[in-house]
């Protein structure tokens, strides 16, 4: 008996040490472990599955190679870089570049400031009920989908009865350029629809941090005698600059993302020249015409510049003493 | 704002027509905000005569719901609306399912495998892989096209949404999970009775994040959904939108003189229908998400 019991002692502290180690927590939070099952197969799945086809800019990839999905990987031929030269000195390359970054250039200088500007002066508005009204008209439109922003402008901007215009031709006489198929207006357009939209959901992260912003500093300058214009450039925008710049960073990052749905609602024939964008050229490429690999490559060579807009940003903001993103 | 409530010395008049300047340019912005909203609403209860002869009206002189008779009676915008609906509930709770979750064990620090899970978590959020490949995970690998799970299944985490749960999560007090824990809860029941219920801000508003994108998603609805019978709303819109000007540009086509609906107006009924069911859905979570918002940039 004794001898038994001794024994199961001994494989108790045996299988305790293996315990500790990994088993027991596993057993103690059985459950969180349970719920990490779905999330996880996702990830595999959605997230790192799909990296793994990225081997397509680098073949002449087709899904008729095999006879399965795997199959198809394994029977392309790899072709080294060919995939990114064909890509590069394509007829449509430069055009594309050009247009993507014109959007996104644009959008760095009229879209993102708008909403600080919009934040600074929601700031300033002393009556609380005015400021909670306009806050909640201003953030509705960005819960209105890409294709209803569409459906408005052409409505707003038809050349026979749009309203816009009609209010233009009563004011000034004349009649008003037809905005949706002027390749001079598409990016004006772009940029107006994106600052619609987003302008007044954007202050919230602003008027956050203005909020944070010490109110001492605000007495301070008012006691020295300083000025609206003073307390602005010598309090507000120094408290919010912190967060400036990492929204700034998080914006290069996106250079090369213009959206597909916007631009590609906003296409027609007679825009095209100025409105192809990578977006819309890897989705033709790659899903209308099957040409998967220089879709792939073009998705690269995207994701690289934006990876490469992030880090140099941020080492910029690092040097000139701000905490960035990382 | 506290600080300028708090302000003890007398305004100049200067200051006081800045102010005045201030107020304006706000009020100017969110009237343009509202106006197209206003504008479409008001034309899709005026008459197809109204609308070709007075452009310019915010409240229409005769009343008329010829266009909305029109949309019940066509039917495939209400066959969008049901199946939008399908997708955006669904697809919610897919994504609230999954989300939660995976947030909850990543908020607790005595959670071993933390640190690998969340190193997994930025990988994600960080390298997307694109969307040739989705594609082809989706429609080749996972043979989803036509099927809602093609709308399901790639967007199931949004990692930012799960980011907000997993920090409003961490910023429950530890004395509540101790409390349950003597009393016999265990880690189900810690996250059921307590965690869910006292996260209710930070729910509500990526519900609401999560119901709103898959509502209005429109593009990936055109890649993966061919079938009439499955079509959603936007592309419904988009389609009726496109098709109904389609006709009138090409042939000079009267719709009233054959009985046919005002086609302006059944364009902005249409859009007016497609975008109620967000609009409702905002003033009952509005307080919670500019909430949501903050925790999720605020520490994320």
Known sequence: MSEFKSRAEASDKNTGVFLRGFLKPVNDH?????????????????????????????QNFSPYNGTTMIGAFVESPFVGFSIFKTLFTGPDFLRILKNTLTISIFSLIFYFPAPIILALLLNEIRSYP??????????????????????????????????????????????????????????????????????????IIYLAALASVDVQLYEAAVVDGANRFQKLWHITLPGIRGTIIIMFILKLGQVMNTGYEQIFLMQNSMNRSVSDVFDTYIYT??????????????????????MFMVIASNRFAKRFGESGLY | MPGTRSRTIKRSPFDQVQQVFIYIIVAAFALMTLLPFIYVIAGSFATERELTERSFFLIPRQFSLNAYEYILNAGDVLRGLKNSFIVALVGTCINMFLSTTLAYPLSRTY???????????????LFPAGMVPMYMLVANGLKLKNSFWALWLPGGINMFNMIIIKNYFQGIPQELEEAARIDGANDLNIFVRIFLPLSKPALASV??????????????????????????????????????????????????????????????????VATIPMLMLYPFIQKYFTQGVMIGSVKG
Not at chain 1, 44 to 58: G, I, N, R
Not at chain 1, 178 to 198: A, C, R
């Open chain 1, 285 to 306: 490429r790659s899903v209308v015409n099957g040409n998967y690999s220089l879709g792939t490559a073009a998705g690269l060579f995207k994701s690289f510049v934006g």
């Open chain 2, 111 to 125: 959670f071993k495998g933390r640190n690998f899970l969340m190193m997994m978590v930025l990988i994600c959020l």
């Open chain 2, 207 to 272: 519900s609401l994040f999560y119901a709103v994108s898959h509502w209005n998603a429109y593009f990936n609805a055109m890649m993966y959904i061919s079938d009439m019978s499955k079509e959603v709303v936007q592309i419904a819109l988009r389609r009726i939108i496109f098709l109904t000007s389609m006709v009138t540009m090409d042939s000079g086509f009267d719709w009233g003189a054959f009985g046919l609906p005002p086609e302006k107006a059944v364009k902005m009924a249409t859009t007016v």
């Open chain 1, 30 to 58: 059985k459950w969180l472990y349970i719920f990490v099952i779905p999330g996880f197969l996702w990830m595999v799945v959605f997230c790192f599955v799909p990296m793994f086809a990225l081997v397509m800019a680098f």
């Open chain 1, 130 to 203: 005015f400021k909670r009204i306009t806050q909640t008209i201003v953030y509705i439109p960005h819960f209105i989908s890409w294709v209803i922003v569409a459906t408005l402008t052409a409505q707003m901007f038809n050349t026979s009865d749009g309203i816009i215009l009609h209010l233009l031709k009563e004011v000034m006489g004349r009649r008003a350029p037809d905005i949706m198929s002027n390749p001079k207006l598409f990016v004006p357009m772009i940029i107006g629809q994106s600052m619609w939209k987003e302008t007044g959901y954007g202050t």
